[in-house]
């Protein structure tokens, strides 16, 4: 059983392994010949067009056609070429077809063949056209790297932001360039260093991005040799292969100090192709036959019957013929130890037991005893053997092993992996079928990570697929962006019609948490679809994102009628601006009438930034407490005492039309005061215009003119308690204190002689409070005296009250320092404690 486990395997440095992935079914009007292919990294398609260098026999259009292929040769789209020359395809890590033309124009096409966008490299690229292209990988994304026909060298990190940038030219730049590579060091490390490795005959010159000068590099060869025809770096950018011109393959580190072996392929020519398989071997390719060559000098042939073409992957490569779809791969490690013939490994062991124990022999016991001190490792080399392996039946054996072994012991951590392991096999097993063709490894898997991985299986359109597996892998929210994209899928169908795709949709996403239903609606506005997207917001439970969607399809009322039943001012506002802008003033209007909340918020809004606005809107609604306020505002706001009482007269006559006499008899009165502050402001060339009665008062008090101010008190009625606070506070703030004494004479105070003791100590005159403190309210006294700091006055007080809670309150308040008076107060708490 082992020798035909291992009957693809050949040796190397180590084990590699050749078998099958599929059988192609693609058929071509031309063989792979005479095309140029690319194929996307990660299982991903393969973009073929006719190799405009060649020579052939042209039996359809005379127009270029890439046509992309999945994994097994099914046609997914194709696409006619009617730009410029086409120098180079790639892929980008989001399974984007990237067209390099000559003019510097960057071309990406989705893997259906639709067209995204396209990006410049620059109009010094476009003056001198784009003679050599690559797409490489680094830790920003895909970079693309052109030289052009003046050999300048340009280079963008991230084709999905690209910015370019150039790196140093080379001596004596005219010179021809016989190959080169760009080279992108520190990829797991995240610090990469990127630049070109350019060779010019036997002279090898590295360009680094942000040096100022191309470095000569001197590899150590041995055999002569005139010209380097090929220079290919490892996925990982440690290593470097060369190929010269006396069929030399030199394999070395790339600083070029260490050389691992150079060997001799026997061929003159250039290959065809030279990648790398992993970090470990080479493989080239020269007319029908693939070398694999290793770093110990050791090398495999493999004949072909027809053309075929090599695609490199971070741990393997695919080669594709026009009959097979095959993979080369260094033999896991894990596997190796279980598989190898003769292999005494404890999960070599654990498998043969599994063996015996199905046919029910007893010697499954005897190797369960080999291998029990090591059983645990045995499960786990088990589990991790089944996760590398391709075939479902090789698959299950080691499961089934790893099953067994696991009957043993008790590991938590080990139960976890096994069912984690198994899980992704059965993803794997299902990406991997014909129907799809992702033949994706487990390590690319790993790399690639399961959110990505459902990614593309999205870009593929396999939406039931995507469902399943993030079911099955309990990935979170998974389920919402698979059926996010199948909605934005299905509204770019023309042949279904607005009314049953817009059901569909509602019943298909109505129970899944987390949809946009506007994220939908606008990509069927984009397709023009505007009635389908309307029909799909109607879906939307959040207004913020329903409302602005409406408005940008012209739906101004429907986003109104959206945003005033959610109660939303703020959308509310965003409404009316939006409308206000874009329709003429009497519809916006008119369409606002019929809802109240956005009314109101728009006079509100005219009252802020626009006066005139709201009066005329006011006007319209015969709204005359309206207008009279609008009046009112501009009476408050004008300088101009002609002017004020024009807008005073307007507001009375709003609010006779009204009927409102209060309102009527209080803008006579402001009129009058209005009048009143304009002469007095004549007078005495103080400003008075637009001050209130109270600060017109005060004013006039400050002035000393206290007749006038009795005078306008008695016409407007101040009250007396207002006019007394008024008084108080002019003669303490003057400290005319003589005059506050004859005032408080005058006649009986409406407020009390309170305010006259706070006026006092405002300015810190204890002995004229003093004065007052007798007068004070009995319930209040004590406190006042208190206040004051009269505190033995405020004891004798609280005594003749008897108020032994008062006494024990001045006691509190007085200060420890004063022992005279605390020994006064001690007493006076006695005597009242006695009498008692």
Known sequence: MSALLTADWFHLDSYYRKFDLYTMVWSMDEGLGTMVVSGAPYGGPIAVVRDRKQFVQIATTVKPVITIYNCVGNVMSKILWNSGVLIHMGWSDAEQLLCVQESGDVLIYDMFGAYQKTFSLGQEVRDTKVCKAQLFPNPHGIGLAVITSTNRMFLVSNVSDPKIRSVPDLPRANDPISSWCVLSSG????????????????????????????????????????????????????????????????????????????????????????????????????DDMMYIYGFNDTVVSYPYDGPFHIIPEMDCVRVISEMTHELIQKVPDVVDKILRINSTAPGCYLLEASKQFQKRSHRADEYIRLVKPDLANAVQDCIDAAAFEFSPDVQKMLIRA????????????????????????????????????????????QNLGERILLDRLIWRRLHCLATHIASYLQLKDGQTRVLSHWACYKVTQPHLDNESAAREIGEKLRNVPG????????KAAEKGRKALAIKILEYERSRA????????????????????????????????LHLKDNMSKHDFEMTIRGFPLAQALYLKYCAGHNREALRKVLVQEDNFPGQAATHIRDAIDSTNPGSVEASLISARECYKKAKNDLGVSICEELRKLC???????????????????????????????????????????????????????????????????????????????????????????KDEALKYLPKCRDEIKVKYYVKAGFYEEAARVAFEQKDKSALLFVQSKCPLRDSSQHAAIATLLEQLNNKK
């Open 402 to 445: 790893a099953q067994f072994g696991k009957g043993f012991i008790l590991d938590p951590v080990l139960t976890d992996h096994y069912v984690k392991t198994c899980r992704w096999l059965r993803v794997l097993n299902a990406i991997r079928d014909p129907k799809v063709a992702i033949p994706l490894t487990f390590f690319q898997v």
């Open 545 to 576: 994102l329903q409302v602005p969607l409406l408005l940008a399809l012209g739906e101004g009322g429907a986003a109104l009628r959206r945003a005033c039943a959610a109660a939303d001012t703020d959308l509310v506002h965003v409404v009316l």
């Open 675 to 765: 009048k009143q502050q304009s002469s007095l402001q004549e007078t005495y060339g103080v400003s008075f215009l637009g001050l209130s009665l109270h600060d017109t008062v005060n004013r006039l008090l400050d002035q000393g003119e206290v007749k006038l101010a009795d005078k306008l008190r008695s016409e407007y009625k101040m009250p007396d308690r207002r006019y007394w606070w008024l008084r108080i506070l002019t003669l303490a703030e003057r400290h005319d204190w003589t005059e506050l004494d004859r005032f408080s004479k005058s006649k009986k105070s409406p407020i009390g002689f309170e305010p006259f003791v706070d006026a006092c100590l405002k300015y810190d005159n």
């Open 187 to 286: 990829q797991r490390s995240g610090s990469s260093m990127i630049g070109f490795l350019v060779c010019r005959d036997k002279e090898i010159y590295k360009c680094q991005l942000g040096e100022s000068v191309a470095v000569l590099m001197r590899p150590e060869i041995q055999n002569a040799y005139t010209q380097i025809l090929t220079i290919v770096p490892s996925q990982n950018g440690r290593h470097v292969a060369l190929f010269t011109d006396s069929g030399i393959l030199w394999i070395g580190s790339s600083n070029f100090k260490t050389k691992y072996c150079e060997i001799d392929t026997g061929y003159f020519k250039q290959p065809k192709e030279l990648v790398w398989c992993g970090s470990q071997a080479i493989v080239g390719h020269w």
């Open 515 to 522: 949809i946009s239903y506007a994220t939908i609606a606008m």
